[in-house]
Each structure stands twice: as C-alpha cells, then as structure tokens.
C-alpha cells in the first residue's frame, strides 16, 4: 500500500512537471524560429553587420533588446557604432524613438556612449510614452539633472485614467500602453504605498481586459502585440503569466493566446489569420524572452556583454575636441607673444567657449538632396490631388509636427510624370511646400515613410505611423510601387492602429 502510494505521487508529480518542461522547450523553439525567419535562415552575424544595422535608429534597435543576451558571442560593435551617433542627436528626430535606440545602445554594450542629455532632452516631450521610456533609462543607468526615479513615477501616477490604467489618447486606458507603463514601473527601485496600490490596481483591469480567448484588444482589434506586452508586464511583477489564474480565461492563458499567432514560417501575424508582421514578430521575441528569463527580464540590461571593438564618437565629440585643440594652439601663440598676451588669451577663451556652446546647442544633420531638387517633373503628364493629415494625433505635440486641426498639407494638386509613383507625387510636395519627410528606400525599391513634418512611426505606440490611401483605398503596396493615374486622390494619414483607425 505504502508503494503504492509513493507510485501515485510519482506520478502526478511527473504529469505536473510535463507542461512546464514542455513550456520551457517549447518557448526556446519559437524564439530560435522568430530569429531564423527574421534573419532569413542566414548567420545572425551577417543579419546584424547587414540589414539590421543599416536600419540603426529606427525598428531594427526592438532586436537588440534580446539578441545580446540570446547570443553574447556576436560582435555588436558595428550597430553600436551607427547606434551611437543616431543617438547623439543627427539621425533620430523623433523623441521616444531617440529614446529607444537609447535603451538598445545600453542593450548591446554602449552604456558610455550614451549623451549625457538625452534624458533631460527627451522626457515629456512627447505624452505618456515620453515619460515611460525616460523611466527605463533611469532604471538603466542613463544620467539626468532634472529627472530622478521618484519624479518620474509620480508623475506616470499622476497621468492614471479614471479606470486604473493609461493610454496615449482618449479618456479610457488601453492596454499595451497599461502593460508598458507597468514594465517601466516596475523595473524601477521606487517603492511607496501609492505605487504599489496603482500597480496593484493596473494589474486588476489586464485581468478584467482579457477576453474569452485569452488574448487582449487595441483600438478595437484583437491582436499579438497586446498580448506580447501584457506578458512583458506580468514577467517585469513577477507574475508567471502561463500559469497564475488571473490571466487566463476559459483554460486559455495569454501566452497560449500570443503563441496562437505564430505562422509556419516562424513569425507572428498581427490580427489572427494573418500575415507575417515585423512588430508583431518583434514583440512576441521580447515577450517570450521575458517569459524565459524570469531572473532578469526585458530591460535589465546589467549583462550586456562589452564591445569587441572599440566604437567611434560622434561628430559634435570630434567638433568638440578641434574647438579644444584650436584653443590650446591659439593660447600659446598668445603666450609667445610679448604685449597683449592676457587679452588675447582671454579672447581665444571667450572664443572656445562660445564654439563648445554651439555645438551642443546646434543639430547637425546631412543634407537632405531631395530637398534641393527640382520641385515637379520636367514633363507631367497628369495631376493628382494629395492631401497629408494627423488627425488621430492632432494638437498634441508642443513642436508643431501635429497641428490642432490635423492638416499637414490641404487638399492640393500636384503633376506628376508617365510612371510616377505615390512616393513621387508624396516627393514633389514635399519638396514645394518646404515639408520634412524622412524615408528608407526609393521608388525603385519599395520605398518607406518613416515621418513627415517630424512625425514619426512609433511615436504615439507601438502601432503608429504614415500609411496612404489611394481614392480611398488603402493600398497593401509600397507607396514606391504604386503607380499614380491622372486624378488620383491621395491621402497620406498617421495611424496609431495600423489604419484600422481611419477606416
């Protein structure tokens, strides 16, 4: 009988153990398989030296958050390179972008190289998510001489919805927003009675956002990427999101729900039974590996390895120490000579100091070429009209990228050339009408928007960014592939859902 007993309890033992080991191999498979899509079965070093580092700055940096602590023995000396001096200030504009890349800098060994600025030049200047990311720097060891951890907790508790929760827009909370705000809360050393009873309440309302399927909704869409975030979050707490009760609803877990969105192929769809998509591939990586490395999580990046090389500085650093070496020659020139030495020196001085001084109050950017060029095409064969708008975001930006009534450019007719593109046409206006516009690519190769009129992708979440329509339709083209025809109506509108808000 005693045998017996000590057999049942063997077994159970095992049949309980069984789905957690299974769990543990399976989370590792469908990491190993989000990378081997993503990198298109190549050597990961190729991948990181190639097509992830020529996109530095922008949604490659989502990788780093993991990559280095996945595979330490890569070098990340090249994209912490392009990495740094995007990050100084000459090649990311946008705010929590900057932010971002900040934090993937950090990720791969370039804690140093980090600006010494950029938490005081980037924090509230952009809502909510301004407020997160500079949170996550703190906690990352980024400096600051008017932000500390305190300030900045009591000021994310201080911008809660009624419901608990936060949001980007609206009145109401939403939940990758709740779910990132929480990760930022809690990798954070502050520890008050206010802040745990909000963090407690948060918590509370991603239980009761869940749906029957496990999964989670933003902006009226079921989707990876909630869910992805709301594992992120359980994780940062301490919450085993596969297996605490809370968060699974009809014996479905939300890490079943996010996993339900991996394809074939190895990446994940965005919207259930879709196609492949970047962010929601990229996210799920973050989700699993947070998932996987209970001990540490997303964004303790304390065992980011060193760079095997060493990483060159940035243009304003070596405009710095010219300044310095001018200033150092002058001064003995002034020495050698018998009258005047002092005034002369303190004018060399007083010189230096205003050149230091505008160097780190000037933005040093490339020339953009398109923007010297011809304005129209030589020979239009046709016109169109274009029209380029933010309503979903308009008026809350204090730098004027979001105008209160949403219009960047009116309604306006444009003449465009036999075989021209939407990115042509969106060229020619830009060009006009004195419009910033940032892309990767060209006509030629399915070119991308990445912000216009320093409106950025990502800047209003992880969903965000410029998307056109062509006489209402929504093309699932590049805008560079897209062939206009005498009038066109074109729309270039900033989603904050992936257009799922703008129809």
């Not at 509230?124 to 305190?150: D, R, T």
């Not at 496990?214 to 902006?219: A, K, L, P």
């Not at 879709?274 to 303790?300: C, K, M, R, V, Y």
């Not at 593109?421 to 892309?439: C, K, N, P, W």
Request: charged share 20%; with cysteine; aromatic share 8%.
């Amino acid at each position: 009988m005693k045998l017996q007993r000590i057999i049942l309890c063997a077994i159970a033992l095992l049949i309980a153990l069984t789905p957690i080991a299974c769990a543990v191999v399976d989370t590792q498979n469908v990491i190993d398989g989000i990378l081997s899509y993503a990198s298109g079965d190549g050597a990961l070093q190729d991948w990181l030296d190639g097509a992830l580092c020529a996109g530095a700055g922008s949604n490659s940096d989502n990788y780093l958050f993991v990559l280095p602590r996945l595979h330490p023995e890569l070098d990340y000396s090249a994209y912490a390179r392009k990495l740094a001096e995007a990050v100084a200030g000459d090649g990311i504009r946008s705010v929590t972008a900057r932010q971002r890349s900040g934090l993937a800098l950090i990720a791969c060994g370039g804690r140093e190289l980090l600006p010494e600025n950029l938490v005081d030049d980037t924090v509230g200047k952009l809502g909510v998510m301004s407020y997160i990311y500079g949170l996550h720097l703190l906690n990352c060891g980024a400096p600051s001489e008017l932000w500390s951890a305190e300030k900045l907790v009591e000021k994310l508790l201080s911008m809660r919805m009624a419901d608990g929760g936060w949001a980007v827009i609206g009145q109401y909370s939403d939940v990758d927003v709740t779910a990132m705000c929480l990760q930022a809360l809690a990798g954070s050393d502050v520890e008050t009675a206010e802040l745990r009873a909000a963090v407690d309440e948060a918590v509370d309302l991603l239980s009761r956002k869940q749906l029957d399927s496990g999964g989670y909704m933003s902006m009226a869409k079921e989707n990876c990427e909630s869910a992805a975030q709301v594992v992120i979050a359980l994780c940062a707490l301490g919450i085993d999101p596969a297996t605490d009760t809370r968060f699974a609803k009809n014996g479905t877990s939300v890490v079943d729900a996010l996993l339900a969105y991996r394809l074939p192929s190895g990446g994940f769809c965005h919207l259930p039974d879709d196609t492949e998509n970047e962010t929601a591939g990229i996210q799920a990586l973050q989700a699993l590996f947070a998932l996987s490395n209970p001990d540490s999580g997303l964004f303790d990046f304390s065992g980011a390895p060193a760079l095997q090389n060493s990483v060159r500085h940035s243009r304003k650093f070596w405009a710095r120490i010219a300044i310095a070496a001018c200033a150092v020659i002058a001064c003995g020139l002034s020495l050698i000579r018998r009258h005047g030495r002092i005034k002369r020196l303190i004018s060399v001085l007083l010189l230096a100091a205003i050149a230091l001084f505008a160097v780190k109050l000037i933005r040093v950017e490339t020339a953009a070429d398109y923007y010297s060029a011809s304005a129209a095409p030589s020979d239009p064969s046709g016109n169109v009209w274009l029209t380029i708008r933010c309503d979903t975001v308009a008026g809350r930006a204090d730098d004027g990228s979001t105008p209160a009534d949403g219009t960047i450019l009116p309604r306006t007719q444009i003449g465009f050339a036999e075989g021209d593109s939407v990115y042509d046409v969106l060229t020619y206006a830009v060009r006009q009408f004195g419009i910033q516009m940032e892309h990767q690519g060209s006509s030629e190769n399915l070119a991308y928007i990445n912000g216009i009129n320093y409106l950025y992708e990502f800047d209003y979440g992880d969903l965000s960014g410029w998307i056109y329509s062509v006489n209402g339709v929504q093309e699932s083209v590049g805008c560079g592939s897209c062939l206009v025809h005498d009038g066109d109506e074109i729309a270039w509108e900033y989603t904050v859902n992936l257009g799922e808000d703008l129809k």
